[in-house]
């Protein structure tokens, strides 16, 4: 009986037991796919300087300019006359008159290099709902 105990005890297996290893790595594979959407990352650009811009003409005609100085800061030029200080509302109602005015009329948008994107999709939006489908983007200062 004791030849058969020692027996049992040199055919004791010691390999590695993958499932309770494979447990552990799904554990933590969730918990990466759990953590990685909540850590965001910033990333500073500092956008180049358009090189091959194509210049915009539309017969001679002066555009309207819808500067973005800052958040939530406005300034329509028309005919060279500068409207400053604007809000959403006064943006949108003045650039909807101008529309009306000339439907041919040109708009650009112009952006300060160190306002957040978001802003200048602010303004893009404000001209949609003013009802112009087609606004052009300004790379060069005035």
Do not use: W
């Given at each position: 009986?004791?030849?058969?105990?020692?027996?049992?005890?040199?055919?004791?297996?010691?390999?590695?037991?993958?499932?309770?290893?494979?447990?552990?790595?799904?554990?933590?594979?969730?918990?990466?796919?759990?953590?990685?959407?909540?850590?965001?990352?910033?990333?500073?650009v500092?956008?180049?300087?358009?090189v091959?811009s194509?210049?915009?003409?539309?017969?001679?005609?002066?555009?309207?300019?819808?500067?973005?100085s800052g958040?939530?800061?406005?300034?329509?030029?028309?005919?060279?006359?500068?409207?400053?200080?604007?809000?959403?509302?006064?943006?949108?109602?003045?650039?909807r008159?101008?529309?009306?005015?000339?439907?041919?009329?040109?708009?650009?948008?112009?952006?300060?290099?160190d306002?957040?994107?978001?802003?200048?999709?602010?303004?893009?939006?404000?001209?949609?709902?003013?009802?112009?489908?087609?606004?052009?983007?300004?790379?060069?200062?005035?």
């Amino acid at each position: 009986m004791s030849y058969r105990r020692n027996r049992n005890r040199r055919n004791i297996k010691s390999e590695i037991n993958i499932v309770p290893f494979l447990d552990v790595l799904l554990v933590l594979v969730l918990i990466f796919m759990a953590t990685a959407p909540i850590i965001s990352q910033s990333v500073q650009v500092d956008l180049p300087d358009a090189v091959d811009s194509q210049s915009v003409s539309n017969e001679d005609k002066i555009p309207v300019i819808l500067e973005v100085s800052g958040i939530g800061q406005y300034t329509l030029s028309i005919s060279g006359e500068r409207n400053e200080g604007l809000n959403e509302e006064m943006v949108t109602e003045i650039s909807r008159q101008e529309f009306a005015k000339d439907n041919k009329t040109l708009f650009l948008v112009g952006g300060a290099k160190d306002i957040p994107y978001e802003e200048v999709i602010k303004a893009l939006n404000l001209l949609h709902l003013a009802g112009i489908k087609s606004v052009g983007l300004m790379t060069d200062p005035i």
